[in-house]
């Protein structure tokens, strides 16, 4: 089942400029206002996640601006595979400029065909009257073992990796792909977070860890967790997360950056 496109819009501080409407600074990332995701190849179950600025909206003199997003996700042969039809949107830029950042995601159904795919994105801005599109090539790989839909919270909302000391922050994701030992037919997921800093050393002796099995449905393609991040000391860091199925011996890793300020 496909999940439907969620688009947050955030205000900046970026000054207004001339040009009429354009799309820029577009970069797929994990999770809303996640860091930059360094490829385009997805497993299936993991979430499609872009960020893009809308950047020369119309803005009326109360600061309004009205526009519309909508998308397409379609295969390497043009078929029309999932779609939203565009949404109208309004916003007030109470810090000025004429930029809207949006965050548009599709989360890619466990059960997705391995194949190159391409994500269209429209912007209308309704008040000028002018439209653009966006599109993004990926690709979904063969369903596999592998750690998927990492996002940064801050509770139950999403957050960028950027915190102050005496934060709490959350690392969510998922485990796909794993497989299950023949006699419980349940699985065995080693997890293990370690943190480094700035000089690529380990801030602790060990990396914290997690684990599942025992009683996993067998309907169950997907496990989701967490690590908690307790933001102790300011600096830059790097967050490795390594996944391990100790029934087909299989891992998978991802890192992402951590930033902490004083």
Known sequence: MWTSLTLAAALTFTPAQAGGLRLTNDRLTYGTLGPTRTDNKFLPGD???MTVDIEGLKVLSDGKVSYSLGFQVTDVKGKLIYGEDPRD????????????????????????????????????????????????????????????????????IQAPPLGVVGQEL??????????????????????????????????MDKPITGKFGGEVSQNVVAVPTYFLLKLSRAGNFTIQLRATD?????????????RVLE
């Open 47 to 49: 979430v499609f996640s």
């Open 89 to 156: 949107l309004e916003t007030v830029l109470h810090l000025g400029g004429t930029k809207v950042p949006a965050s548009p995601f599709v989360v890619l159904p466990p059960d997705m065909a391995a194949g190159t795919y391409e994500f269209k994105l429209t912007v209308r801005d309704r008040t000028a009257n002018a439209s653009q599109t966006l599109a993004r090539k990926f690709e979904v790989l063969p369903r596999g073992f592998g750690l998927v839909a990492l996002q940064v919270s801050n509770g139950n």
């Open 170 to 203: 959350f690392l969510n994701f998922a485990v796909v792909g794993f497989e299950r030992d023949t006699v419980k037919k349940q699985p065995d997921v080693l997890i293990e977070m370690a943190i480094l800093d700035d000089q690529k050393k380990p801030t």
């Open 246 to 258: 100790q029934v087909s011996k299989k891992t998978s890793s991802l890192s992402i950056p951590l």
